[in-house]
């Protein structure tokens, strides 16, 4: 069956503008977490959603934001991007909610540069 | 909070060779753990997993793992490394049940792998 499908791929934006980043997760899985990998920070926690409802966030400013619809997709929005915002965002779908029942099934990422 | 440490940055191994890659954790209760791996370009794919039971783990590639709850360690081992194990891994805790709004994985900052002929 498909995997973790996150688009675009890569993109390149300049300081100031926001970028929308999408992610299908696996067909039956409910559940999807946003992390994001930087060389400094590695990766970092954004936020899970279930069920079309943010259930858990990171340590992250407003300006990083997300919803899911009722096909569990996902997108997240990162407004007004500064150059520390330039990494790859990671998508992950499960299941359930919690992670004792399985694993996180992870999207190749999608690559975000900010001149 | 939890964190995860994983000391080794780089490590290179001659095929063939066994491999052991470090992992310490800091957790109030024995978390669950995870070895994942990721290869240039990719996204990140699961070796293994311990939730209870058993101390050593088996996973997929014939990776695995043991859990030592004294030194709050999960460490990875393979007994002959091949040259497509080249990637970088990453060792994971998350909570041990339903902690409701903490149901999330911390990474460790990962140990990149090189393998040489």
């Known amino acids: 069956k498909a995997g973790v499908t996150q688009t675009p791929r890569y993109l390149i934006k300049t300081r100031g503008q926001q970028v929308t980043l999408s992610c299908s997760p696996i067909?039956?899985?409910?559940?999807v977490s946003w992390y994001q990998q930087t060389p400094g920070q590695g990766l970092q926690f954004l936020f899970e959603?279930?069920?079309?409802?943010?259930?858990n966030k990171g340590n992250f400013p407003g300006r990083f934001s997300g919803r899911q619809f009722s096909n569990s997709r996902s997108e997240m929005n990162v407004s007004t991007l500064e150059l520390g915002d330039s990494a790859l965002y990671l998508c992950?779908?499960?299941?359930?909610?919690?992670?004792?029942?399985?694993?996180?099934?992870f999207g190749e990422g999608s690559r975000l540069t900010v001149l | 909070a939890q964190s995860v440490t994983q000391p080794d940055i780089h490590i290179t191994v001659s095929e063939g060779a066994s491999l052991e890659l470090r992992c310490n954790y800091s957790?109030?209760?024995?978390?669950?753990l995870f070895w994942y791996v990721q290869s240039p370009g990719q996204g990140l794919q699961l070796l293994l997993k311990?939730?209870?039971?058993?101390?050593l783990v088996q996973g997929i590639k014939g990776f695995e793992a043991e859990f030592k709850r004294s030194q709050s360690s999960f460490n990875l081992r393979k007994p002959s490394v091949h040259w497509s194990d080249a990637a970088e891994y990453f060792c994971?805790?998350?909570?041990?049940?339903?902690?409701?709004?903490?149901?999330?994985?911390?990474f460790g900052t990962g140990t990149r792998l090189t393998i040489i002929p």
């Open positions: 994971a805790v998350g909570p041990p049940r339903q902690d409701f709004g903490n149901e999330k994985l911390t």
């Open positions: 067909s039956g899985h409910r559940s």
């Open positions: 992950a779908s499960s299941r359930q909610r919690t992670l004792n029942t399985g694993e996180l099934f």
């Open positions: 957790y109030g209760a024995t978390p669950y």
């Open positions: 311990y939730f209870s039971g058993d101390t």
């Open positions: 959603y279930f069920s079309e409802t943010q259930r």
